[in-house]
T-cell receptor, first 116, second 110 residues
Framework: EAEVAQSPRYKITEKSQAVAFWCDPI?????LYWYRQILGQGPELLVQ????????DSQLPKDRFSAERLKGVDSTLKIQPAELGDSAMYLC??????????????FGPGTRLLVL | KQEVTQIPAALSVPEGENLVLNCSFT??????LQWFRQDPGKGLTSLLL?????REQTSGRLNASLDKSSGRSTLYIAASQPGDSATYLC?????????FGTGTRLTVIP
């Protein structure tokens, strides 16, 4: 069964350093999502792509976070510089159809980030 | 903004017991509602998805109900097993994204 792939699975970094996470959605899925999940809380959407275009990045801290999906397939989320409060699980998800259609989202295993 | 609340935050039950997890949401204009399972340090696994026009969905020992007008959903787990121990999250789909609750951490005691 096709799955959403994420790497790395774990990342430890020092504050002020740059980090990057990668996500490969299920083949053919047009919509890709990045979520942040702080320990003990539910995931919150950071950014949503429809193919290579950003649909919603209203919750993305744009002073330090950036995301791209250049060819409309895989995606990279970057943090520069990392802060202590960025320690969290970063989850990627994808769905088959157009954004805003309420389709099932399939989640990857996540990248756990620890900022020291 | 949509707000999703899950009660209780944590629950411990002996093996074999039936249990109910609760989810409430503030805005009834949703496409669907999903229940997810999350094991410690892992990603999310979708358990059940209920479309806004549906009242319930069943999968094995799991049954989820949806009352959109009152903004409530329940997840019923029958004959609980230790392997059911995990955090259960409900999420409602609005126009563009999912809104998650904070989850219920379930422990099934052998």
């Amino acid at each position: 069964e096709a799955e959403v792939a994420q790497s790395p699975r774990y990342k430890i970094t020092e504050k002020s350093q740059a980090v990057a996470f990668w996500c490969d959605p299920i083949s053919g899925h047009a919509t890709l999502y990045w979520y942040r999940q702080i320990l003990g809380q539910g995931p919150e959407l950071l950014v949503q792509f429809q193919d290579e275009s950003v649909v919603d990045d209203s919750q993305l801290p744009k002073d330090r976070f950036s995301a791209e999906r250049l060819k409309g397939v895989d995606s990279t989320l970057k943090i520069q510089p990392a802060e202590l409060g960025d320690s969290a699980m970063y989850l990627c998800a994808s769905s088959e159809g157009l954004a805003g259609m309420g389709e099932t989202q399939y989640f990857g295993p996540g990248t756990r980030l620890l900022v020291l | 903004k949509q707000e999703v609340t899950q009660i209780p935050a944590a629950l411990s039950v002996p093996e074999g017991e039936n249990l109910v997890l609760n989810c409430s949401f503030t805005d009834s204009a949703i496409y669907n509602l999903q229940w997810f399972r999350q094991d410690p340090g892992k990603g999310l696994t979708s358990l059940l998805l209920i479309q806004s026009s549906q009242r319930e969905q069943t999968s094995g020992r799991l049954n989820a109900s949806l009352d959109k007008s009152s903004g409530r959903s329940t997840l019923y787990i029958a004959a609980s097993q230790p392997g059911d121990s995990a955090t259960y999250l409900c999420a409602v789909t609005g126009a563009n994204n999912l809104f998650f609750g904070t989850g219920t951490r379930l422990t099934v005691i052998p």
